[in-house]
């Protein structure tokens, strides 16, 4: 089954605690992206790799990290989380020709 | 910057109809749809790649006006499945391969 898949689901965690959230796809997408929702905001694009190697900033990068060393994982990393980065997280994949994005199911994560 | 959706939230009774703006101030080349049920992921509906195109997905269809740089989604004769906040997603050049996200729209649907 084609599908995007997060890990945690769900994280609660404490201020400066370093995290990391994982992301794999299985549809050999290029096109991979971190996407954070709050409400009344939509979706905010935090980073996207176009491929291996190849990682860019979105609309809110500050705090975070990604890397791309495969090109089916994205693993999204908060080295110092801070209380304003409790949001819920989204993972998506999409090819570069096809261009609809897959979602994962969404990261609840929770900083105090 | 992000595209504008207005409105912000409508409800409808099964049957009706609705429309659902989306307005960038940046020249766009695509726009796309997606549509978030409540606690899930959000799902992909539409793109539309070339100003004038207009596309269909059950009795969900789409616009694209590439010099007023504005789409709209029609809901027509609407069921209580389409319950739910659609989010336009529009690319630009100026961009760069981001896809930039509206605010969305929440839509419920009544019987």
């Known amino acids: 089954e084609a599908q995007v898949t997060q890990n945690p689901r769900y994280l609660i965690t404490v201020t400066g605690k370093k995290l990391t959230v994982t992301c794999s796809q299985n549809?050999?997408?290029?096109?991979m992206s971190w996407y954070r929702q709050d409400p009344g905001l939509g979706l905010r694009q935090i980073y996207y790799?176009?491929?291996?190697?190849?990682?860019d900033k979105g609309d809110v990068p500050e705090g975070y990290k990604v890397s791309r060393k495969e090109k089916r994982n994205f693993p999204l990393i908060l080295e110092s989380p801070s209380p304003n980065q409790t949001s819920l997280y989204f993972c998506?994949?999409?090819?570069?020709?096809?261009?609809?994005?897959?979602f994962g199911p969404g990261t609840r994560l929770t900083v105090t | 910057q992000q595209p504008v959706q207005s409105p912000q939230a409508v409800i409808l009774r099964e049957g009706e109809d609705a429309v659902i703006n989306c307005s960038s101030s940046?020249?766009?080349?695509?726009v796309h749809w997606y549509r978030q049920k409540h606690g899930e992921a959000p799902v992909f509906l539409m793109i539309?790649?070339?100003?004038?195109e207009q596309k269909g997905h059950d009795k969900i269809s789409a616009s694209f006006n590439e010099k007023k740089q504005q789409s709209s989604l029609y809901l027509t004769a609407s069921q209580l499945s389409y319950s739910g906040t659609y989010f336009c997603?529009?690319?630009?050049?100026?961009?760069?391969?981001?896809?930039?996200f509206g605010g969305g729209t929440r839509v419920l649907v009544k019987p």
């Open positions: 539309l790649l070339k100003g004038g």
């Open positions: 940046k020249a766009l080349y695509s």
């Open positions: 790799s176009m491929n291996v190697e190849v990682t």
């Open positions: 998506a994949s999409s090819s570069t020709v096809e261009k609809e994005q897959y």
């Open positions: 549809m050999n997408h290029e096109y």
């Open positions: 997603g529009t690319e630009s050049r100026a961009a760069g391969n981001k896809l930039t």
